[in-house]
């Protein structure tokens, strides 16, 4: 499995960035990161009304529940944009996406030699509950969900 440095955590702009090879085409990666299907293999069983811009449902993980999400941007193969209500600080879920405490994270997907460059920018920690645990969180949280998709990504590619 490719081996990739941790989350960047920036306090001065409330954001977290990671960014990571993988061996494996732009197109396999962009599915990964924006089928339901797919993004349920590596991520939170994730549930969408529908593709595109607009999109919302929710991502649910063990032991933590559903989490509210929207699509916000989407520029195949190359930018997704999701906005999520996971304030990990709060102690509970909201129903649904709010904009006003909602977070926004962005895949950039690139082709590099040997397969994809994946970026991942969240935003928004400044309007949560407690900016840097939540920070702190997500930044631990993006290296975790980012490795299991290499290695899901990067085994089947293998397998091909």
Excluded: C
Aim: glycine share 8%; net charge negative; proline share 6%.
């Amino acid at each position: 499995m490719t081996d990739n440095p941790a989350s960047v955590i920036d306090e001065g702009t409330y954001t977290v960035r990671r960014t990571i090879r993988i061996a494996a085409p732009i197109e396999r990666v962009w599915r990964a990161v924006t089928e339901p299907e797919h993004i349920s293999q590596w991520f939170g069983r994730t549930v969408l009304d529908g593709s595109g811009p607009g999109a919302q449902g929710t991502m649910t993980f063990p032991d933590y529940g559903a989490v509210p999400i929207r699509v916000e941007a989407m520029d195949a193969p190359h930018t997704v944009t999701y906005r999520w209500g996971n304030d990990d600080a709060l102690g509970h879920l909201p129903d649904i996406v709010d904009d006003e405490t909602s977070t926004v994270f962005t895949f950039t997907l690139e082709t590099v030699a040997d397969g994809t460059r994946l970026t991942v920018v969240e935003t928004g920690f400044d309007r949560t509950s407690d900016p840097a645990a939540n920070l702190a969180s997500h930044g631990e949280g993006w290296v975790s969900e980012l490795d299991k998709l290499v290695a899901v990504l990067e085994r089947a590619e293998g397998a091909a």
